[in-house]
């Protein structure tokens, strides 16, 4: 069958529709593209979420669940299945996908195991589970934030990275290259553990050091078939992330590795998919190329982060978010690649302040082979940048004949752009 014909131009979704329950946190990036696949497909589309007075409609008429008590919040959706069944369900963030998980299962459709996807996402876990699996990982150990740290860090060789174990997006992701540096990340990183409202407690007691992997660094789309693992795309992040903070900028696909690179790559992203127990669905994956291989750093068991998936839209023709309804509904299609190079800047926040404009839109726009620049923050707000924070100030997207190309028309439409930040005053009571 054709993805393409089942791509009606918006229908209207009808009481006989059949109905995709997406279980997002309130404010994700992924919740849109999402809605917008599913509308495209005819499907009718239940958010469940914690947003009952989101100013977004889908949200605000959408079914209301506390994503800290996962029991009740399942028996809610079940509640509600009851009523009409739904015909795929979508986790689209970390803190949705181990309940997604359970009401698939429940339901009898396509699923990861619910001890699978918590494996993925506790880093400290999916280390140790990596590492029994003699899976490529750097050297790593568990800090206890609760006993004194000079006992925990006497042998440190650095350089080395310290991370939350339950948080994504490269926030509180710090690389330190001395003691000193390290205590002042550890309590850094603590400091926004204390403002987290939508993760375990337990899990804020303790942080993930380990070893600094030099290289060139390399994102992984793809989606598991009944445990076979298919790379949708494989970008090439031409700038170095060397730290201290470990900013996203620049993806270009396809990626330009030698075929060998790329055949160890997907060998070890499957690897690691095997070892934590995945099988189903989307997954996002983070890895480190150097002389001595492939080095897992992050495996997800969801999609990219952000915009970043039109870039799939671009290589392969069709959207990400409905190759994976289309998964979710346990249909599977094969995806042509059209050919193109394609690429996306995440556009870095420069500074804390208060937005007040970002000038040289329409020059960026004009730039050749610039499809889209797309600013997610509106003038006026607040500006937090890494690590306490993980969002971007908006994407640029290009789409060329080379990668050198797409690379250069993203830089000079990030050079049009003046990003003007004021001072952020806050009264004291």
Not at 35 to 55: E, M, W, Y
Not at 169 to 178: H, Y
Not at 383 to 393: F, H, N, T
Request: aromatic share 6%.
């Amino acid at each position: 069958m054709n993805l393409q014909q089942r791509y009606p131009e918006q229908p209207v979704p009808d009481s006989r529709s059949p109905r995709l329950l997406i279980i997002a946190p309130h404010g994700s990036y992924r919740t849109a593209p999402f809605i917008r696949a599913a509308q495209q497909l005819g499907l009718d589309v239940l958010i469940a979420s914690r947003g009952k007075h989101s100013i977004v409609s889908e949200y605000a008429r959408g079914l209301q669940i506390d994503f800290g008590d996962e029991e009740a919040a399942l028996q809610r959706i079940l509640q509600v299945v009851a009523e009409q069944p739904f015909c795929g369900i979508i986790g689209t963030d970390d803190v949705s996908t181990v309940l997604a998980s359970r009401v698939a299962e429940k339901l009898g459709l396509p699923h990861n195991p619910a001890e699978a996807v918590r494996i993925a996402r506790r880093k400290d876990l999916a280390r140790t589970r990596l590492q029994e699996s003699g899976v490529n990982i750097p050297q790593f150990r568990l800090l206890d934030l609760n006993q004194p740290l000079a006992g925990q860090i006497q042998d440190i060789p650095f350089p080395a990275v310290v991370k939350p174990v339950a948080l994504s997006a490269s926030r509180g992701v710090i690389r330190v290259d001395t003691t000193q540096e390290l205590m002042q990340a550890v309590a850094r990183i603590q400091a926004i553990l204390d403002g987290e409202v939508d993760i375990d407690p337990a899990l804020c007691h303790s942080l993930l050091l380990e070893q600094f992997i030099p290289g060139r660094e390399v994102a992984v789309e793809g989606i598991l078939y009944e445990g076979e693992f298919t790379i949708l795309s494989l970008f090439d992040k031409p700038d170095a992330l060397d730290g201290p903070f470990f900013e996203e900028t620049y993806y270009i696909t396809p990626s330009s590795l030698a075929t060998e690179v790329q055949q160890a790559i997907h060998a070890t992203v499957q690897a690691a998919c095997r070892a934590y127990g995945l099988r189903e669905g989307p997954v996002h994956a983070e890895c480190r190329v150097n002389e001595a291989g492939v080095w897992v750093l992050e495996v997800a068991a969801r999609t990219i982060g952000g915009l970043c998936g039109q870039l799939i839209q671009f290589g392969l023709g069709i959207s990400l978010e409905a190759l994976v309804l289309a998964h979710a509904q346990g249909q599977r299609f094969e995806a042509a690649n059209t050919g193109d190079a394609a690429g996306v800047l995440m556009i870095p926040i420069p500074a804390a302040g208060i937005l007040k404009r970002v000038e040289g839109i329409l020059a960026a726009q004009r730039v050749p082979l610039i499809e889209e620049v797309n600013i997610q923050i509106r003038d006026g707000y607040e500006l937090v940048p890494l690590p306490e924070s993980g969002s971007y100030l908006g994407f640029i997207f290009a789409r060329g004949p080379t990668n050198a190309a797409v690379e250069a028309a993203l830089r000079q439409a990030h050079a049009c752009l003046n990003i003007v930040v004021g001072p952020l005053w806050k009264v004291q009571i």
